[in-house]
């Protein structure tokens, strides 16, 4: 069993980043209350108490220690370090004083054009269900282009409950982590920015997770979302990820809350940026479920669609595909019980 990548053992790795995680949590909790960026309770969010929300900082700052020593300098990696950058300075920004959308969304997809034409990290063509298509250069970069900008902003609405997020990213890591293992591909640029995340990701769930001493914000939910998605263009490229099934697979609840989200606001005639509290995880607060429990519940159902993806590479897609399909019509019934996507009559009734 090899455990060593590029001469450094994948302990040591995890390990390095996790404690500098750690180490850094102080520091972002003093930033945050130097700055402002301080998570003020209101009728909308579930907390009680104002909440320092910096915690990206902690991420992003292991994130660049883990690249420092295990890390090399190419032209991929430079403009993910550019674009990782900006992502989060951009949350940083709005972690302070709320940025419009449009805005927001228009510094997300320079970030992600950046890493896609400077970088060269895009898919050119996809493997899905059986299908296979290809893709035109500048087809390529509209659909990298986007698949970023969505993941992104996927994790950045999930970011709802202590340690949702940080929670969700760190199942993404461990699951591409163990894919690359099994299928031998662990000298890539992406498997050492998995390891590198999963233990900056940990460090900071260890503060997150129910009852959270901080948020990781805009600065830290933009900034996972992006490299998530970075991490899968780079899979492409070195045939760690085989199919578009697998990083969907793994990212499916944050991936069928954003487009339900959409899909609810569009037909309460709402601006799509509209936050609101009809999300997963808010569905599961309404069934008198604890926080914790939620969020333990949520952590289950991605461990199980991640255990299909780990089916799926071991060559029984057959098998893999069948049980995707179970838990999604699993997922269909709560969204059919629950108001996820609109408000049941019977409880407006019972309202009355």
């Given at each position: 069993?090899?455990?060593?990548?590029?001469?450094?053992?994948?302990?040591?790795?995890?390990?390095?980043?996790?404690?500098?995680?750690?180490?850094?949590?102080?520091?972002?909790?003093?930033?945050?209350?130097?700055?402002?960026?301080?998570?003020?309770?209101?009728?909308?969010?579930?907390?009680?108490?104002?909440?320092?929300?910096?915690?990206?900082?902690?991420?992003?700052?292991?994130?660049?220690?883990?690249?420092?020593?295990?890390?090399?300098?190419?032209?991929?990696?430079?403009?993910?370090?550019?674009?990782?950058?900006?992502?989060?300075?951009?949350?940083?920004?709005?972690?302070?004083?709320?940025?419009?959308?449009?805005?927001?969304?228009?510094?997300?997809?320079?970030?992600?054009?950046?890493?896609?034409?400077?970088?060269?990290?895009?898919?050119?063509?996809?493997?899905?269900?059986?299908?296979?298509?290809?893709?035109?250069?500048?087809?390529?970069?509209?659909?990298?282009?986007?698949?970023?900008?969505?993941?992104?902003?996927?994790?950045?609405?999930?970011?709802?409950?202590?340690?949702?997020?940080?929670?969700?990213?760190?199942?993404?890591?461990?699951?591409?982590?163990?894919?690359?293992?099994?299928?031998?591909?662990?000298?890539?640029?992406?498997?050492?920015?998995?390891?590198?995340?999963?233990?900056?990701?940990?460090?900071?769930?260890?503060?997150?997770?129910?009852?959270?001493?901080?948020?990781?914000?805009?600065?830290?939910?933009?900034?996972?979302?992006?490299?998530?998605?970075?991490?899968?263009?780079?899979?492409?490229?070195?045939?760690?990820?085989?199919?578009?099934?697998?990083?969907?697979?793994?990212?499916?609840?944050?991936?069928?809350?954003?487009?339900?989200?959409?899909?609810?606001?569009?037909?309460?005639?709402?601006?799509?940026?509209?936050?609101?509290?009809?999300?997963?995880?808010?569905?599961?607060?309404?069934?008198?479920?604890?926080?914790?429990?939620s969020i333990i519940i949520i952590y289950l159902i991605n461990l199980i669609f991640s255990a299909i993806s780990i089916i799926y590479v071991i060559g029984d897609n057959r098998?893999?595909?069948?049980?995707?399909?179970?838990?999604?019509?699993?997922?269909?019934?709560?969204?059919?019980?629950?108001?996820?996507?609109?408000?049941?009559?019977?409880?407006?009734?019972?309202?009355?």
């Amino acid at each position: 069993m090899n455990l060593v990548i590029n001469n450094h053992s994948i302990i040591e790795i995890i390990l390095v980043t996790l404690v500098a995680s750690l180490f850094l949590i102080p520091v972002a909790k003093k930033v945050a209350e130097h700055i402002g960026a301080i998570d003020i309770p209101n009728e909308r969010k579930i907390h009680k108490n104002p909440m320092p929300r910096l915690g990206g900082l902690a991420i992003f700052g292991s994130f660049l220690l883990g690249y420092i020593l295990y890390g090399s300098i190419t032209t991929q990696m430079i403009s993910i370090l550019i674009g990782a950058f900006i992502i989060f300075l951009v949350g940083v920004f709005d972690d302070i004083k709320p940025i419009k959308a449009r805005y927001k969304f228009l510094v997300q997809i320079i970030a992600a054009l950046i890493v896609v034409i400077y970088g060269q990290v895009y898919f050119n063509e996809i493997t899905f269900l059986g299908l296979n298509i290809k893709f035109n250069l500048l087809i390529s970069y509209v659909l990298s282009t986007f698949f970023i900008v969505a993941i992104s902003n996927a994790i950045n609405l999930i970011d709802g409950l202590d340690g949702l997020a940080g929670g969700i990213s760190a199942i993404y890591f461990l699951t591409i982590a163990i894919i690359a293992f099994v299928l031998n591909k662990m000298g890539g640029l992406d498997v050492i920015l998995t390891l590198i995340m999963f233990g900056s990701t940990l460090g900071f769930l260890i503060n997150n997770f129910p009852p959270a001493k901080i948020f990781m914000g805009d600065s830290g939910s933009l900034f996972l979302g992006f490299m998530i998605s970075v991490i899968a263009l780079l899979g492409f490229k070195v045939a760690t990820l085989t199919s578009l099934v697998i990083p969907i697979t793994i990212l499916a609840i944050p991936i069928f809350d954003t487009i339900l989200a959409i899909f609810r606001r569009l037909l309460k005639g709402e601006n799509i940026g509209t936050p609101d509290k009809e999300h997963f995880h808010h569905q599961l607060l309404k069934l008198k479920f604890s926080p914790k429990i939620s969020i333990i519940i949520i952590y289950l159902i991605n461990l199980i669609f991640s255990a299909i993806s780990i089916i799926y590479v071991i060559g029984d897609n057959r098998e893999a595909i069948i049980l995707y399909l179970l838990v999604l019509v699993l997922l269909l019934f709560v969204i059919l019980k629950t108001d996820i996507l609109y408000e049941h009559k019977n409880k407006e009734k019972d309202r009355k």
